[in-house]
């Protein structure tokens, strides 16, 4: 459904699903545990960068199942 060429960034993602930009904050908005002592290390902002955008992309998944099921439906629809 997406533009071969589409990017999907966190800090685009973190504003649309908890209105915050900024990693830390995108962090406590989703209700998880920000370290601000191990912030800024390339691998503590990578891990949580990483643990964020599973969080918000899995989020959309009923969103995709119930387009997917009314997609089905058309499907079997067209073919009667």
Known sequence: P???????DTATLGGVAYGQTVL???ADA?????????AHSAAYDA???AEIFCKIVNSFKPVYDARKLV????DDEDDV
Do not use: L, N, Y
């Open 2 to 8: 997406f533009h071969p060429f589409s990017v999907f």
């Open 24 to 26: 830390a904050r995108i």
């Open 30 to 38: 989703a209700g998880m545990k920000w370290d601000s002592d191990s």
């Open 47 to 49: 891990e949580q960068t």
């Open 71 to 74: 997609e089905d439906r058309r």
